[in-house]
């Protein structure tokens, strides 16, 4: 149903070899700000985010997981117990929904929360923090400590404490490989020389994937189901197709599995996304996502556009990620 186009993926991965990483994109405040909480911070954030398609601050020009960070701290800053294990606990879900909702609002006005689905990701905030106290004595750095990470380099070692908490229980370690990836670039933990790390598979990524053809689907009802943005009760295939060819363009590379991320994430979410570049010839965003993380001499074409299946094949350029009902990613 699904394959791997090994071929298009070296294509891909041998023009991200080429690209150059701003060091601004990492000294963002989110991932610079200094506080004992940050990497709480940064796990509740991580782990209540997911199909955000709604979140948003257009006043601020804020969509998404960039709001989510604004959000983020703007709680780090203001209502630092929304971050704290022990008092989180203490809440029920109805006033946890209560306390987020003016953080994800224009204007700090409550009923004008974006953020969506807040039982959900009510549940998900209050999980993480009794999964804390259980386990890790209510600090989020015990559970790097309590881990045999150091001596075997395996990211599993870390992937199977964090699955303790629902949030962070996808088998494809989606939300895990966005922590770690964070804390990462924050500093907080040494991670560069983590083994057998799984890449990132969000929604974006799998539309580019899809589009570029290092995913190939050969099942005329799926490919049908994406294209015409039909829902599908289970994509794990098509993920772990995704997260095959991701591997191949990482590889090819020759950067960390961790940057792919920067790349086609931001990509997806601009010059990919409802419309595209090689087809508007506009990005969807201003500034472009992925000109914030990478240097662009100029933004006319997109990066992919000469190998790219879908910039001169309809039958590509139509697909779209699978639409599933998930809290995974």
């Known amino acids: 149903m699904i394959s791997v186009n090994k071929e298009q993926s070296k294509k891909i ?8 990483f701003k060091p601004s994109f990492y000294e963002r405040d989110f991932i610079q700000i200094d506080s004992p909480l940050k990497m709480a911070m940064h796990f509740y954030a991580v782990g209540i985010c997911h199909q ?3 979140l948003a601050n257009p006043k601020l020009n804020l969509y998404g997981w960039d709001f989510m960070e604004y959000g983020f701290l703007d709680i780090l800053k203001n209502e630092p117990s929304l971050l704290n294990s022990k008092e989180i ?6 006033e946890l929904i209560e306390k987020i909702k003016p953080f994800f609002a224009e204007d700090h006005n409550p009923e004008n929360c974006t953020l969506d689905t807040l039982e959900e990701r009510a549940n998900l905030w209050m999980d993480m923090a009794k999964g804390l106290n259980k386990h890790f004595d209510r600090k989020i750095e015990n559970l790097f400590k309590q881990s045999d990470w150091q001596e075997t380099q395996d990211a599993e070692s870390l992937y199977k404490q964090l699955r303790l908490f629902e949030a962070y229980s996808d088998p494809l370690q989606k939300k895990s490989g966005v922590f770690l990836k964070i804390i990462s670039d924050a500093g907080l933990v040494n991670l560069g020389k983590l083994e057998n790390v799984i890449p990132i598979m969000d929604y974006h990524m799998q539309r580019v994937l899809l589009r570029t053809g290092c995913v190939e689907i050969n099942d005329e009802k799926l ?3 994406l294209q015409q943005r039909l829902p599908i009760k289970n994509d794990e295939h098509l993920r772990k197709a995704c997260i095959d060819a991701m591997h191949i363009i990482s590889q090819t590379s020759e950067y960390h599995t961790f940057k792919m991320n920067d790349i086609f994430y931001t990509l997806g979410r601009s010059c990919c996304n409802e419309n595209t570049l090689c087809r508007n010839h506009v990005c969807e965003k201003t500034p472009c996502t992925l000109a914030r993380a990478v240097v662009l001499e100029t933004h ?26 998930t809290h995974f990613y």
């Open 52 to 54: 955000t398609y709604h």
């Open 13 to 20: 991965g041998e023009i991200v070899k080429t690209l150059e």
């Open 300 to 325: 006319t074409k997109c990066i992919f556009e000469d190998v790219c299946f879908g910039a001169n094949n309809d039958d590509y350029h139509k697909f779209w990620q699978p639409i599933v009902q």
């Open 89 to 94: 606990v203490k809440l029920s879900q109805l």
């Open 223 to 225: 490919k049908t189901n």
